[in-house]
């Protein structure tokens, strides 16, 4: 059993609690509470410089997660970037190192809000915070073509040294 469904379980909830009762919880526990233009149904949450953008699921019941969770830069909220020596903030119009108290902001922020929706949180959520986009740039317009041939490895005659050494 996943650490939400144990807490779920803890406060009699059989199910995900319905999407009016997730925003009447979200509102007690200080957590900003706003519709969200452009998103039918959608209401922006917003807790410690962190948003996400959640809706009533299309079955009617519980909440899904229109917008995942991220810092909120400049009124966007900002994906997380990954470029292998540092993670980046990203909105349509602006790019800034993420620092770790934004991290870890982000990771409470994202923590709380699934606890209170009821959606289960997943071993590498647990473990800190995923990446939106993983972007390395050793990798970054290299064609396959660059590596070693497939199949081939160093220890086979041709596959290095002209002589065979």
């Not at 991220?70 to 470029?83: H, K, P, Q, S």
Request: glycine share 12%; aromatic share 8%.
């Amino acid at each position: 059993m996943n650490r939400a469904t144990e807490r779920a379980r803890l406060r009699g909830w059989t199910s995900p609690p319905a999407f009016d009762e997730v925003l009447t919880r979200l509102r007690s526990l200080q957590f900003d509470v706003g519709e969200e233009p452009g998103v039918a149904g959608g209401f922006r949450i917003a807790k410690y410089g962190c948003a996400a953008v959640i809706a009533k699921a299309k079955d009617g019941k519980g909440t899904m997660m229109v917008r995942k969770p991220g810092v909120v830069l400049g009124g966007e909220i900002a994906y997380l970037l990954d470029r292998g020596f540092q993670k980046f903030l990203k909105t349509s119009t602006l790019e800034i190192a993420a620092t770790a108290d934004r991290l870890k902001a982000e990771h409470n922020f994202s923590d709380e809000l699934r606890e209170v929706i009821g959606q289960p949180v997943l071993f590498n959520e647990a473990l800190g915070t995923v990446s939106d986009e993983y972007m390395y740039d050793r990798v970054k317009g290299r064609p396959d073509a660059d590596g070693p041939a497939r199949g081939v490895v160093p220890w086979s005659p041709g596959a290095g040294a002209p002589d065979g050494h």
